[in-house]
């Protein structure tokens, strides 16, 4: 992910954000179009059902601030989606990860392209996960008719399937360079580094899912074993790939048992 | 083999003559065993100048009387060495970096080995910091390789001779290449080629060995040397078909076949003796494996 954003960094990175929108923005088009044959509406499940097709692992890491990756191996790419985290979390990183997996030219040409602004690299595959998740949500945010700040930014969440930063970032973005909404800008400012550390309680009380802020735990190997029990069948005399077979119900029982200790 | 006895090996392998080098997998030593009345070893082997059988590989040999015995006596028709595992430092010039990537790659078919391998051996070091090769190849061959008992008592250590075949093979095909001119695996084990396949596939692209001459790496399977046999006469039509039947059971053969026009097809396929019998009689037929 990106360097760290925060209240103090916000202007810049909106600053950034302009330079790379026309681009990026194209990329989402040319996403729709691409892998989105089957009309699939909701963006969740397009970004998994993507991923999955590239061998996405799903594993819970006990590390916060660890969200995915892709690995590359010679000429292969595997996307990887950190479980532990809550589901808002690896709905974006889901989004970020495509970006590298599709359009990242860091990657494509495997070898490491050191012209490349890391950052703005990074900063790319976030604007990306940002556009293909929301719609208008400035407008959302003004058709809410609560009182509070945080439990409107906490509705957008909900309906966008989104990170807190996530949105206000976006609102961020709408208030200062379309609508010069001052007002906005300085609640999220305010905000901004304070993320509600009880969200979900906050989702219960607002009667939300509160599932979305919680983590899924999901392992899933990237379809290996269904790969491994066909080779198996075509290749009976061959022994390691039973031996393989083994070592991959190793490994996912570990995962799980360690899954365990995390979910409590 | 120890010390003096593997630079003697050595010697013999930088003499520069064109050498033909046949090494034995425990699985074909126990069917040339059946079919010693038929086909006696020195038909098969007075074509090879050197028989190896690497140390891992004789320990299972030695299971059997009968297999032990067999080895004793090729001897009269070739020179036959068994080569410790701890010698392929020597033979490789004491590279061992080298030779750790060589075992890597020939282990690359099983996951659980490469895992062992990294977390075990390399251990997140640089590989100019690997423990001294004799250490860690003991600590590979107790711990890293599966085991069972045996109803003999001897403790199997699974994949070890596949894997020792496969590093030695590539040692040869490496380091000798300019006095070795055929290596020949003599091995009916699927493993065994799919760990030879697969490092050859990875040593190809790998900086270190990719632009070095190298001498191929082939093999002769029970169903190989069946066809052959039949070619050269060795076994007569009248008993081919009692001669399968005994000795042969449905597997899975990688054959080419030359069609009219002169193009080949590759196959790969579970062949019942029925069909093998057929394809005996097919000239255009090729058997890789």
């Known amino acids: ?264 | 083999m120890k010390g003096e006895g593997i630079k003697e090996l050595k010697k013999y392998l930088s003499i520069g003559k064109p050498l033909k080098v046949c090494i034995l997998d425990n699985n074909s030593v126990e069917f040339l065993t059946w079919v010693r009345k038929n086909v006696s070893p020195e038909k098969i082997f007075s074509q090879y100048d050197m028989i190896l059988i690497p140390k891992w590989v004789w320990v299972e040999v030695c299971d059997s009387d009968n297999r032990k015995s067999y080895i004793n006596d090729l001897k009269h028709y070739s020179k036959v060495q068994i080569i410790d595992e701890v010698d392929y430092l020597t033979l490789v010039d004491y590279k061992e970096a080298e030779l750790y990537y060589l075992f890597l790659y020939c282990c690359y078919n099983v996951s659980r080995l490469v895992s062992f391998i990294k977390k075990n051996i390399l251990k997140n070091r640089p590989v100019e910091d690997l423990d001294p090769y004799e250490e860690w190849l003991n600590i590979f061959y107790e711990e890293g390789l599966d085991q069972r008992k045996l109803s003999n008592g001897r403790i199997q250590k699974k994949n070890a001779g596949e894997i020792s075949i496969a590093v030695l093979s590539y040692i040869l095909s490496y380091y000798y290449s300019g006095s070795i001119d055929t290596i020949t695996i003599f091995s009916s084990d699927r493993d065994t080629y799919e760990f030879v396949s697969k490092a050859k596939e990875i040593l190809y692209k790998d900086e270190r060995f990719k632009d070095r001459s190298n001498t191929s790496i082939t093999f002769k399977s029970n169903d190989f040397l069946i066809y052959e046999w039949t070619r050269l006469g060795y076994i007569n039509e009248d008993n081919i078909d009692a001669f399968v039947d005994n000795y042969r059971q449905t597997r899975r053969i990688k054959f080419t076949r030359k069609k009219q026009d002169n193009s080949i097809e590759e196959q790969d396929k579970l062949i019942e003796n029925t069909v093998f019998l057929e394809m005996l009689k097919d000239s255009t037929i090729h058997l890789i494996f």
Request: aromatic fraction near 10%; include cysteine; charged fraction near 30%.
């Open chain 1, 1 to 264: 992910m990106s360097e760290l954003v925060t209240s103090k960094n916000l202007e810049q990175v909106i600053e950034k954000n302009k330079l790379i929108k026309d681009d990026i923005l194209r990329l989402t088009n040319d996403f729709t179009v691409r892998f989105n044959k089957s009309g699939v509406t909701g963006q969740d499940k397009l970004s998994f059902s993507v991923l999955k097709e590239n061998h996405l692992i799903q594993i819970p890491i006990d590390d916060e601030y660890w969200g995915g990756a892709i690995i590359t191996k010679g000429s292969i790419k595997i996307p990887v989606i950190n479980t532990a985290q809550p589901r808002v979390y690896q709905y974006f990183v889901a989004w970020h990860e495509i970006y590298h997996l599709f359009y990242d030219l860091n990657l494509r040409e495997e070898t490491h392209n050191i012209a490349v602004d890391m950052d703005l690299n990074e900063r790319r595959a976030d604007y990306f996960a940002a556009k293909m998740i929301f719609g208008n949500v400035y407008d959302y945010y003004y058709s809410l008719d609560d009182e509070n700040f945080i439990d409107k930014v906490i509705k957008c969440m909900d309906v966008y399937k989104a990170p807190y930063k996530a949105v206000l970032i976006e609102l961020f973005e709408e208030a200062v360079t379309k609508y010069n909404d001052l007002d906005l800008k300085e609640k999220i400012l305010e905000h901004f580094d304070n993320k509600p550390d009880d969200l979900v309680q906050k989702f219960i009380d607002l009667e939300l899912d509160a599932e979305l802020v919680k983590p899924s735990y999901v392992v899933s190997l990237g379809g290996l074993e269904k790969k491994i029990q066909s080779v198996i069948k075509e290749n009976p005399d061959v022994s390691h790939h039973k031996d393989n077979y083994q070592f991959l119900l190793t490994l996912k029982n570990k995962i799980k048992k360690g899954v365990e200790g995390l979910a409590k």
